[in-house]
């Protein structure tokens, strides 16, 4: 029995241990779903074990980590190591839910629930691959490492430092992430960069205590106002960040990306209707998907100053700050972008106020070679598995742990998209369309028989 | 007996009063102190009563108003009308007084204590210059009308109507207002001009739900980088008010007054101990103190928009709120200047984003003719009452009450201070020079008999 054949006569069984573990409310953030957390991850441990991995917990300061492996392929073979999260997000608002976050709801198609798609149906599809593979062959292909957190909804808290600390326990070839979204059933999308972030607070004060604008409006350079004239100055009318230098290291997008890209373009009317924004904005010279995913930006994430409640108070606020990040692109250096950011708020900066630019934190931007072996095997495990040929993405967003593996394990990461746009993720009626579950564990029993070639 | 020889020979009984006076806690803005405010309302009456008087409490939906009248001059003689308050700040921070706020203490010439100055002291001095005159020539030379309100510190609610309501009862020829400070002893000083007040609130929006700034960073006009570049809009690089028309009604400064103002300036050393600001701002052509009293000035008084806890989150807020408040000088009507704004506003606005700008309140400048006969007589109370001849002065504040008593009766509003700059009037350890109380009612015993000629 081939193993897609064995995973086509126990697909009810799959999915009914999908809805067992959905069942499961392990919400990271809630102190009062802890023993739910740990319930998730002891779930998964014994799933990897009936798969016939070796699995254990290794504990943390905050949720525990699932760590299974099969590693009884020849030395020199291939190693696989896949990451996901048995961790979710909170489920509110509950009323607009049309069935029970965690009473999983088979409709349409889709099966609904918290975490379906975000991301336990996503990392299950790749556990239940090896497990069809080692049922009907008795043997994988490739050396299999499984890595599933319980923290990736609160930010990996523990995960950076448990990659640094276990190099060896962790060396792979190639790092398979599937916690993304493709763009439709018919086209599958491995997201090949991710952006980087450089976060940080921009606070001006002026006068050293909270002012009368009666008796000072006029004759003090308003630390509110001095903030907004300082933050207009960070962008050109044409929509280009004004910082000297921000652009310097970023990689250039070749014509054969472009091109790919611009097959499958972000349209005008598509992003009002994402946004309710009246009008889209930004670079000049750039399709509204190569702004997001290929260019680097600067964000003014907060703002607060003075009196912000009902009503009116005559203060001239003694200080304003300002939460600003920038979205990085390959080649740039989140600490460098600190500097000249630094230099230039400093350089705008009137003599009539002070400004201090203080880093929050910092995450390195992704990318993995479009044209390397490891994006090739997934190529071909998209054709066979999932059954079309995958369009090739740039993500907007940062997954800081994505870089942590490249950076520490030196190995490629390939994040294959499971998802589908409308899944819903954070907001309430989260789903995962079963099709996507079964091409899923398709397409990743393909991946490893390609990782072996 | 002479009004002087009986105040003098009574003058530390009146301190006994004044001192009974700041004992009760009448903390206007603090519903714990509603009885406090009332028995503060009962005992001033029985004050004025002592005094000869005739006197009622007129109740609101807040604090009662304090009326006293002594009405006996023929018909046709001039009527002056006293406002003053007698609800007080709260005390916070009262680990910082020296002695109790509500156990007044003299030290060294000084009565500390909540509302010592801020009012209760300086409206005290009138009541006792009618009572002295009265107790020693049976008759004032004047009708006088005293309205001692209990909500000044909460924003005059309720007196606005009180004034439209009671014009009859109320008209007069003059009011006089002591809530406002000399520049020293040897300088007392008359306000001749308070800024008038447009206070409104600017919300600008793009999308219609906050985004990931990820996925939407650089293809959104952020709205809260938009706020920023609006507001940075609003004043040129001199300074100056940016929005069309803003100063098309300013009564401008003649030279007399300039020379006046200027033979006691604002200086830049005075100014940066004042407010700890490294150096002063404003529009280029007027001295300090000019910017603050007689210019039109806006002012951000408060900013906020996304996240605005400690750390970081990634969100591109879908709006961004300031507030913003212009002081308005003589002749400027508030209701033109929120048009002006809002047109200004619309103009600068790209299509990336919407704003709206709400009116919340107004209220108007306030100018007395210098050379009126009311100020004429007002310098010859101060010279002969105080010691000294008074200086004019702008203040850059607003006391909206001011203008209600100027357009609602009709009679030009005389500003005496009797406090000191160093009072403290809402901060800890408020106090009011003994010295100020002994002259003010001399003082106002000079002016009713001034008004007499």
Redesign the interface.
Known sequence: MKPREYFSAYQQQYLNELIELVSIPSISTMPDHLPDVRRAAEWVKAQMQAAGLTARLYETEGHPIVYGEWLEVAAGAPTVLIYGHYDVQPVDPISEWQSEPFTPAVRDGNLYGRGTSDDKGQFFAHLKAAHSILQADGRLPVNVKFVIEGEEEIGSTHLGAFIRDHRALLATDVVVVSDTQSRSLDLPAIVYSL?G?C?MELEIS????D????????????P??A???I?????NPDGSVAVPGFYDDVRALDDAERSELGRFP?TEEA?RHD?????????QGYL?HE??GA?P?L??????????GT???????AR????I?C?LVADQDPARIYEIMKAHIAHIT?????SDLRL??TGRSAFTDRRSPVMQAAIAAFEEGWGAAPVFWR????IPIVSDFQEVLGAPVVLMGFGLPDDGPHGPNEKFTLECFWRGIATSISFLHQMAR
């Open positions: 952006r972030m976060y002026g006068p050293d205590h002012l009368h604008s009666g008796s000072f409006g006029g004759v003090v350079h308003n509110a106002q903030l907004c004239e933050i207009a100055g960070l962008h972000y992003f946004t309710g924004a009246p009008a889209s904005w930004g670079e509204l702004r997001t260019r930006t964000e003014v994430n907060g703002l607060i100053s003075g009196w912000t009503g009116a108070k005559t203060v001239l606020p304003a700050l300002a939460k990040s979205r009137p003599p009539t106020v002070h929050l934190h993500e907007g967003g940062s």
